[in-house]
Nanobody, 121 residues
Framework: EVQLQASGGGLVQPGGSLRLSCAAS????????MGWFRQAPGKEREFVAA????????YYADSVKGRFIISRDNAKNTVYLQMNSLKPEDTAMYYC??????????????WGQGTLVTVSS
């Protein structure tokens, strides 16, 4: 059973930074590409960023490009999302997922619990 637990969210002022973590278990973490997604209130879930299985390739949504950095540590079965220069429109529940197809197709059933990010002054 795939289990993913996101953490690190919170309340931050515009222009601030947060680092999200996603701990994975129940599958061979080294195998799949991984992604971060988010869902704002009243909106559909959207793709944020993806990292390849070895960590050597990354892909970002245009809305976060240049501000967010995705990375992974396969030894710790963890994927990270460093979020800088945060904007109010980044407010959302953030989720990680294994990817079925690069770069933005999540693997069904691999959603874990999300972590809430609120950007507000």
């Amino acid at each position: 059973e795939v289990q993913l637990q996101a953490s690190g969210g919170g309340l931050v002022q515009p222009g601030g930074s947060l680092r999200l973590s996603c701990a994975a278990s129940g599958f061979t973490f080294r195998s799949p590409d991984m992604g971060w997604f988010r869902q704002a209130p009243g909106k559909e879930r959207e793709f944020v960023a993806a990292v390849s299985w070895g960590g050597g390739r990354a892909y970002y949504a245009d809305s976060v490009k240049g501000r967010f950095i995705i990375s992974r540590d396969n030894a710790k079965n963890t994927v990270y999302l460093q979020m800088n220069s945060l904007k109010p429109e980044d407010t959302a529940m953030y989720y990680c997922s294994a990817l079925r197809q690069w770069p933005a197709t999540p693997l069904p059933g691999s959603w874990g619990q999300g972590t809430l990010v609120t950007v507000s002054s």
